[in-house]
């Protein structure tokens, strides 16, 4: 069995053994009630201000919610998290959901707002190119990067195949590691590039470990790349809590896209300490200025047709796989949040 389809079993499997420890629901909730919502997100980055914001600014309170934050370090365990009931929100890449619906379990997970619209990494180079990049430049180097069948990992190898490039032959893209060794790992001397998020990217450029060559999201295009996902057991039995952080989030965002990104940024200071605020600022402008976030969290059918054929072409999702739309996501949260 090839590497690829081996790591997408062990992925599956762990999703799966989450799915027998998925525990009874919370209960329902009355709409005046204050819920305490236990949230995971797939990694930390400022490329998920909004969700710092709605916290750091007071929306969630103002809903009549109590957020208690995680980092689950990757979605499979951010999905795994809710299967098994020890989290009641999690914000993860879509892919997770095909992923769920495709396993043969009693338990699924939907989206119900969507967060970013592009991939959210950065190429960084070991050394500083000579002339201006182009992909081409990586073959026969290696590139640290994300796990099989993540989005980053998707798009990453999209973008090669684009290039004329084959993933698997052409260079080595090391996806082995834990998403926090990363940033170690090249630090060490492995790896000649680097695929990384904010504010990581601009921590390694302005120490000068590493040269910024390429932002993923441009290279790719508009995708849907992040989104917010709980059980479809949770969403029925919790409907206004489900409504009230969609209601928070789409807040957040709009408050994104029309403040000062200094003043964003040292409102959501206090979720990266040790981290300059100039170099949050810079981070949220460039994510800001490249389209990084949806302008509503309302979510599009088509685009998550054409994220599953990124799956296919990605070897992680065989055609007779996909998920219908209405089985991984509802909007009708989102568009209740617009409307209001």
């Known amino acids: 069995m090839p590497m690829r389809r081996l790591r997408l079993v062990r992925l599956l499997a762990a999703l799966l053994v989450a799915t027998v420890l998925a525990g009874c629901g919370r209960g329902t909730t009355q709409p005046n009630d204050k819920v305490t919502v236990r949230f995971t997100e797939v990694i930390h980055s400022i490329f998920y201000a909004p969700q710092y914001v ?44 095909v992923f769920v619906y495709n396993q043969d379990s009693p338990v699924k997970v939907k989206l119900f707002a969507q967060l970013t619209a592009r991939d959210g990494s950065f190429l960084l180079a070991r050394e500083k190119p000579e002339g201006e990049f182009a992909w081409t430049d990586v073959k026969g180097k290696s590139i640290i990067g994300w796990r099989p069948g993540s989005m980053p990992q998707l798009v990453a190898e999209a973008i090669l195949r684009r290039h004329g490039l084959d993933p ?86 709009r408050y994104v896209y ?52 990124l799956m296919i072409e990605g070897g992680v999702l065989e055609p007779h796989q996909r998920a219908p739309f209405d089985a991984i996501a509802t909007n009708q949260f989102a568009q209740e949040a617009v409307r209001r």
């Open 54 to 97: 709605a916290q750091a600014k007071g929306f969630f309170e103002e809903e009549g919610l109590e957020v208690v934050a995680s980092t689950a370090q990757g979605s499979d365990r951010g999905v795994a998290a809710l299967l098994a009931g020890t989290a009641d929100i999690a914000m993860v890449g879509p892919e997770t959901t």
């Open 168 to 253: 698997d032959n052409d260079l080595e893209y090391i996806d082995n590691l834990a998403a926090t060794a990363m940033v170690g790992a090249f630090l060490s001397g492995q790896g000649d590039y680097i695929q990384v998020f904010e504010p990581s990217v601009s921590q390694l450029v302005q120490e000068g470990h590493a040269y910024l060559v390429s932002y993923l999201g441009a290279d790719y295009g508009p995708m849907p790349y992040t989104g917010f996902v709980a059980t479809d057991r949770f969403i029925a039995e919790n409907p206004d809590v489900i409504q009230r952080y969609t209601n928070a989030i789409y807040r957040a965002i």
């Open 258 to 309: 029309e403040t000062d990104p200094k003043v964003v940024a040292e409102e959501v200071a206090q979720f990266f300490e040790g981290t300059d605020v100039d170099l949050l600022a810079a981070s949220i402008q460039r994510y800001r200025d490249e389209g990084g976030w949806v302008q509503t969290p309302v979510m599009n059918p088509a685009d998550y047709d054409a994220l599953q054929d």
